[in-house]
Nanobody, 124 residues
Framework: QVQLVESGGGLVQAGGSLRLSCTAS????????MGWFRQAPGKEREFVAV????????YYADSVKGRFTCSRDNAKNTVYLQMNSLKPDDTAVYYC?????????????????WGQGTQVTVSS
C-alpha cells in the first residue's frame, strides 16, 4: 500500500516561513518525480513545485519562484518544500504527489499517488 504523508503545515504571519515534509512508503521512492500542489477553497488544484528523481532538477510555478525551494532526500524517502516570504495568497491545502513517468509535471491527473494534504494559513 503506497502512502504519502505530509507534515509541517500551520499558521504563520505574512513574511514568515514554513517547511513542509512528505514521507513516502510502499514505493521505490527514487524512481518517482515528486511534486507539490496546493488547493484553496473554491479553486482548482494548482502546481507549485517539482523535483526530479535525483534532486538536481527543480521547476516552480511563477507565483512561488524565488520564494519556495523543493528538495528531496532519497535515503529518507522524503521530499521537502521550504516556503519563505509567505503571502496570504499562499494559504491553501498543500499536497505532495508521486509521478513515475514524470513527463507532464504540471498536470495533477498525471500523478500516480497523492498525500492527504496539510493546511497552510498565512495571516496578514
Amino acid at each position: 500500500q503506497v502512502q504519502l504523508v505530509e507534515s509541517g503545515g500551520g499558521l504563520v504571519q505574512a513574511g514568515g516561513s514554513l517547511r513542509l515534509s512528505c514521507t513516502a512508503s510502499g514505493l521505490t521512492f527514487s524512481r518517482y518525480v515528486m511534486g507539490w500542489f496546493r488547493q484553496a477553497p473554491g479553486k482548482e488544484r494548482e502546481f507549485v513545485a517539482v523535483v526530479r528523481r535525483i534532486g538536481d532538477g527543480t521547476y516552480y510555478a511563477d507565483s512561488v519562484k524565488g520564494r519556495f525551494t523543493c528538495s528531496r532526500d532519497n535515503a529518507k524517502n522524503t521530499v521537502y518544500l521550504q516556503m519563505n516570504s509567505l503571502k496570504p495568497d499562499d494559504t491553501a491545502v498543500y499536497y505532495c504527489a508521486a509521478d513515475f513517468h514524470g513527463v507532464e509535471y504540471r498536470e495533477p491527473d498525471k500523478y500516480d499517488y497523492w498525500g492527504q494534504g496539510t493546511q497552510v494559513t498565512v495571516s496578514s
